[in-house]
């Protein structure tokens, strides 16, 4: 793709400004497509029940999919497809920089160049920033993801062995995750008064944060459905009660009876999933000087329910994916293992990138050949054959990601479509800014910069939900044909 971008500005410059429509259709289709295409396949591909006890949330436990409306099912949206949207809409910044001057020039190419060069100059500046912040932010989220997975593991790996209480696994946990949060609100409000509904630091002490919900929920999630015996959606008492006994909670009748009085807000008997989070929440966060202790023994199990079989159950991340080794490499020890694993990738990597040099210019020349000979504008031949050529290992393996069907792997299946888009905004786009800056082109593409820019406004909008139903999915497909049906009537109606 980007390869395809810098060949087709070369050459002799009246046959450059030419070819470049090829290049920019290329890159409005590669984006476009992207986010339209693969994006719904995934959402089709990925799709589970939306679960109608707990509030139409896409359910990742089995039996995952058995509904067959397209309303009633679909995928999760995660924190981590939220922000790749968020990106991807700040990386749109340099279409603004090149198309708002480029509304208001008109004449031949030498008069437009010449008008554009300096913003073009500015753009490009602009696009390989924001290259850069890209990647940045991408490692740094590797990161974070990393660490939070290896903490995850070792709370889950801890309350397997018994070797400590519920609240001696989560207490320094959810207080870190307090302490960061009051921290964030410490820094756009000035400090809550203390009263008996917040914990000092502002916040609402019978109320976790949306990041320690989250958190408490992928550990207790598998739990609360363990101990709801008769599958009801609520604990009553003595389902929590068990539960707190079989995670080694040494809490005395009295303090369970008033904490479960406080989220049973309609008095009959039972919590609710949410209430349940919320309630152990408090439990955890509670002083030790509470309740004798922090219940740190591990007494035998106070119910049959807690065999080792349900152990691993409640244990079992819904979304834990194993890892998947070539065969060749399986008898290899996990650190040889990852030196032939990197050997392999940029071995891969080497022979696609002198492929992709070999026939980028060819592909540029043919699909410019096309257009002549189909009468067709160059740009609408590289929108539709371009993305297919440049695209397909990203469209292959997010479909191969969505098929697993978990909130993991469509969050992988969709962030890497967030991600190309970013690339193509920041990379790729910094190419045509430097042909237009050093050679002199011309950018008269409005039509197609409008195109680009409201798909991915619209997409930004729709991945700022929680989740996404698989008949929205399909209204996502639509977009690309609607994309060069807008691009079409956008230049009848005379814009370049």
């Known amino acids: 793709m980007v390869l395809s971008c810098f060949f087709s500005g070369l050459g002799d410059i009246e046959k450059a400004q030419e070819t470049l429509s090829v290049g920019v259709g290329a890159l409005a289709g590669s984006t476009i497509m992207l986010l339209t295409v693969p994006w719904a396949l995934s959402v089709y591909q990925g799709r589970v029940d939306f679960d109608e006890d707990n509030n139409m949330e896409p359910n990742y436990k089995q039996p995952k999919l058995t509904k067959s409306s397209f309303s009633e099912t679909g995928v999760a949206l995660t924190t981590e497809v939220n922000q790749g949207a968020k990106m991807m809409m700040l990386t749109t910044l340099p279409y603004f920089l090149i198309q708002i001057p480029a509304f208001f020039l008109s004449g031949d190419r030498e008069t437009v160049s010449a008008g554009e060069k300096?913003?073009?100059?500015?753009?490009?500046?602009?696009?390989?920033?924001?290259?850069?912040?890209?990647?940045?932010?991408?490692?740094?989220?590797?990161?974070?993801?990393?660490?939070?997975?290896?903490?995850?593991?070792?709370?889950?790996?801890?309350?397997?062995?018994?070797?400590?209480?519920?609240?001696?696994?989560?207490?320094?946990?959810?207080?870190?995750?307090?302490?960061?949060?009051?921290?964030?609100?410490?820094?756009?409000?000035?400090?809550?008064?203390?009263?008996?509904?917040?914990?000092?630091?502002?916040?609402?002490?019978?109320?976790?944060?949306?990041?320690?919900?989250?958190?408490?929920?992928?550990?207790?999630?598998?739990?609360?459905r363990a101990y709801d015996i008769d599958g009801d959606g609520n604990l009553n008492k003595k389902e929590f009660h068990i539960f707190l006994t079989d995670f080694h909670e040494s809490i005395n009748k009295n303090t369970v009876d008033a904490v479960f009085a406080d989220f049973d807000s309609d008095g009959s008997g039972t919590i609710d999933y949410d209430e349940f989070i919320a309630a152990c929440y408090?439990?955890?966060?509670?002083?030790?000087?509470?309740?004798?202790?922090?219940?740190?023994?591990?007494?035998?199990?106070?119910?049959?329910?807690?065999?080792?079989?349900?152990?691993?159950?409640?244990?079992?991340?819904?979304?834990?994916?194993?890892?998947?080794?070539?065969e060749d490499l399986t008898a290899l020890s996990p650190e040889e293992q990852q030196r032939a694993i990197i050997r392999r990738a940029f071995s891969m990597l080497i022979i696609g990138t002198a492929i992709v040099l070999m026939f980028s210019d060819p592909m540029v020349e043919v699909l410019s050949e096309i257009a002549v000979r189909a009468n067709i504008p160059p740009f609408y031949v590289s929108f539709i054959l371009a993305p297919v050529a440049a695209n397909a290992s990203e469209v292959i393996a997010s479909q191969y990601y969505a098929s697993k069907k978990t909130r993991k792997t469509i969050t992988v299946a969709l962030t890497a479509l967030e991600g190309a888009a970013s690339m193509n905004n920041t990379f790729c786009l910094s190419i045509f800014m430097g042909l237009i800056y050093f050679r002199g082109l011309a950018w008269q593409f409005s039509a197609e910069t409008l195109a680009i820019v409201l798909v991915q406004l619209v997409m930004y909008v729709y991945a700022q939900r929680s989740k996404m139903s698989t008949a929205t999915g399909f209204v996502v497909l639509s977009f690309f044909p609607l994309s060069v049906i807008l691009v079409a009537l956008l230049e009848y109606f005379g814009l370049d």
Request: hydrophobic fraction near 35%; charge should be negative; glycine fraction near 6%.
């Open 118 to 224: 300096n913003w073009a100059a500015a753009g490009f500046v602009v696009c390989i920033s924001f290259f850069i912040f890209y990647l940045y932010t991408q490692v740094k989220m590797s990161n974070d993801t990393i660490h939070k997975m290896r903490r995850i593991a070792v709370i889950k790996e801890t309350l397997k062995k018994g070797a400590v209480s519920l609240r001696g696994a989560l207490r320094e946990e959810v207080i870190s995750l307090q302490k960061k949060e009051s921290r964030r609100k410490a820094s756009i409000t000035s400090d809550t008064e203390k009263s008996p509904l917040t914990n000092g630091n502002g916040m609402d002490h019978n109320q976790p944060s949306a990041e320690i919900s989250e958190l408490l929920k992928g550990i207790l999630g598998e739990a609360f």
């Open 282 to 326: 408090v439990l955890i966060t509670k002083s030790s000087n509470d309740n004798g202790g922090p219940g740190r023994s591990a007494p035998m199990r106070a119910s049959c329910i807690a065999t080792e079989q349900l152990s691993e159950r409640i244990l079992t991340d819904e979304d834990e994916e194993e890892e998947e080794v070539p």
